[in-house]
C-alpha cells in the first residue's frame, strides 16, 4: 500500500535533497579552488563558495526548525 505523505514531510524531503545538491557543489567548488591559478576565477569561487555556504546553512536551519516541531 502506498502511504500518504504530508505537504510538511514532502517540504523536509525537498529541503534534503537540496542540501546534498548543494553539499556536492560545495565540494566541486572546493576542489576547483585548490586548482585554480588565476586570480579573477579564484575570486568568482570564493563568493561562490559564500553563496554556497549561506545556502546551506538556511537549508539546515529549515530542516532543524521542522525537526524541532516534531
Not at 579573477?40 to 526548525?65: K, N
Request: proline residues 1%.
Amino acid at each position: 500500500m502506498f502511504r500518504r505523505i504530508s505537504t510538511q514531510e514532502r517540504e523536509r524531503r525537498a529541503a534534503k535533497a537540496e542540501l546534498e545538491v548543494t553539499m556536492r557543489a560545495l565540494r566541486a567548488n572546493d576542489s576547483a579552488f585548490r586548482e585554480a591559478q588565476d586570480p579573477f576565477y579564484i575570486e568568482q569561487l570564493t563568493y561562490q563558495h559564500a553563496a554556497l555556504m549561506c545556502r546551506c546553512r538556511a537549508l539546515l536551519r529549515l530542516l532543524r526548525a521542522d525537526r524541532e516541531d516534531v
